[in-house]
């Protein structure tokens, strides 16, 4: 298995913000995580969803939307495994 950070990135309190990440070979199964690194114990910080675009025959863009719902800024990592 392969893991690793793809980007990292801050998204200010109430916004939205959308990176993407392309050239992914297509027989490659990505798993997407986004876990917040600016620690705020209580409540939930983010919320994530990952759209698929098939670019080519042979690559693959996935576009991620990290969505803050806290009253403060947050740092994030979006982080990936690829499972074959």
Known sequence: MRVG????????????AR??????PQDWHVE????PTSPVP??????WDVEVERASASNITYWITVRNVSAAPVNI???YAVMN
Request: no cysteine; glycine share 10%; net charge negative.
């Open 19 to 24: 990176w993407f990440t392309f050239n992914w």
């Open 42 to 47: 209580g409540a939930p910080q983010i919320d």
């Open 32 to 35: 997407w995580n986004v876990v």
């Open 77 to 79: 990592e979006a982080r």
């Open 5 to 16: 950070v793809q980007f990292t990135g801050t998204v200010n309190a109430g916004q939205s």
